[in-house]
């Protein structure tokens, strides 16, 4: 069988942005019938959906130190990897059936052979759109949950910022942040995201950063008592830089009892069926709006990738690779 691929050409310059021509679109074959050797614990799967995410940067470095970076380096040419939803053609692992829906990480190609599926998690609920496991009930949903819920500690009332608030998972932060009761004002990088922000998803406030020469007069607009929780998630941008910025003003931590937490959304993990059990009847009832962008064919996955770090992206960036 024919299974056209993304294939990461090779490692950037630590300052580098990524480019389309990063990555190749070519095509191998793969026996579907004899992919998972005799006594092996490997899946195949056919991927439907490929989630693009920040994080994916980290994986086109070659790391030195392996603190650097949560996400393993992408091998030069093989395809790249990064979350998904698959449906299992082959299982020679006993958590998994021929038929299974899973998402986890796979590999962007048609079909991937798996080795190591345990850290996949099979998808029961079939009656919301599949491709929100690589979102709103994936990974990124996840660390919306876990970051507002469990390391911010709301109280209801409480005024709430969240930066990059269109993306992934700001746009979830922000969504739960009001169903909590709070007052929640987002920023963003364009009119349309603004709009998207006031309009759609139900933020009390947003602004275009791009358009305010002073930040601090912004957050004063909005804020007039202050700022309870910030909620970041420009942290990504700094990918892409040779030398990261550091935070000013570090003076105002202790000065006003700020508490700052950095996080991996891998050590929460275990509240993946309490945070499935918030959200399924959120959506269901309407009350969570979610949105994607959608890339559709494999093809299109290198124009994807590169989209998200030029700002280009409006909602959750997904590729679709194939609906069945
Ligand atoms: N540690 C973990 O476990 C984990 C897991 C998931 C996500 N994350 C992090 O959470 C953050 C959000 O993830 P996401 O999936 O929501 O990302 P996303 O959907 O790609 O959103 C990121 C947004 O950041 C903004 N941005 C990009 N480059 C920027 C720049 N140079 N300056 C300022 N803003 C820039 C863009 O929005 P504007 O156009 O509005 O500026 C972009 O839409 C990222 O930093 C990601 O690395 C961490």
Redesign the pocket.
């Known amino acids: 069988m024919r299974n056209k691929q993304v294939i990461f050409r090779d490692f950037l310059a630590k300052g580098a942005f990524p480019k389309e021509s990063d990555m190749e679109v070519t095509e191998s074959t793969v026996d579907v019938t004899r992919a998972v050797a005799e006594g092996s614990k490997g899946v195949l799967v056919k991927n439907l959906y490929l989630s ?4 994916m940067r980290g994986g086109m470095r070659k790391l030195t130190d392996p603190a650097e970076s ?1 996400a393993a380096s992408f091998q030069p040419g093989s395809p790249v990897t990064g979350f998904g939803v698959a449906r299992v053609l082959e299982s020679g692992h006993r958590k998994f059936e021929k038929g299974d829906l899973v998402w986890g990480l796979t590999g962007w190609e048609e079909y991937s052979l798996l080795p190591a599926p345990e850290t996949c998690f099979k998808i029961e609920h079939t009656d919301v759109p599949l491709s929100y496991y690589t ?1 709103l009930l994936g ?2 949903g996840l ?2 949950y876990a970051g507002f819920f469990e390391l911010c500690s709301p109280k209801k009332g409480e005024t709430v910022f969240i ?9 979830l932060a922000g969504q739960f942040a009001k169903l909590f009761g709070c007052y929640v004002v987002g ?4 009119k349309e ?1 603004v709009d998207l922000l006031k309009n759609k998803l139900g933020f009390d406030e947003a602004f ?3 358009e305010e020469s002073n930040l601090d007069a912004a957050l004063k607009r909005y804020f007039p008592e202050g700022i309870d929780i910030y909620f ?9 830089l040779e030398q990261p910025k550091g935070v000013p003003n570090l003076i105002q931590i202790s000065m006003k009892e700020v508490r700052m937490e ?5 050590d929460y993990y275990h509240l993946y069926l309490k945070f499935l059990n918030m959200v399924l009847p959120q959506i269901k009832e309407g009350r969570i709006v979610y949105v994607e962008d959608t890339f559709k064919g494999l093809e299109n996955g290198p124009a994807a990738l590169v989209g ?4 280009c ?5 997904v590729i679709l690779v194939s609906r069945e």
């Open positions: 693009c995410d920040p994080y949560y979102g990974m990124p660390r919306a930066s990059a608030a269109s993306g992934a998972v700001g746009q920023s963003a990088g364009s995201k275009n950063y791009k970041e998630n420009v942290g990504g941008k700094d990918y892409n950095g996080f991996s959304v891998l998200l770090f030029s700002n992206d409006v909602g959750k960036q």
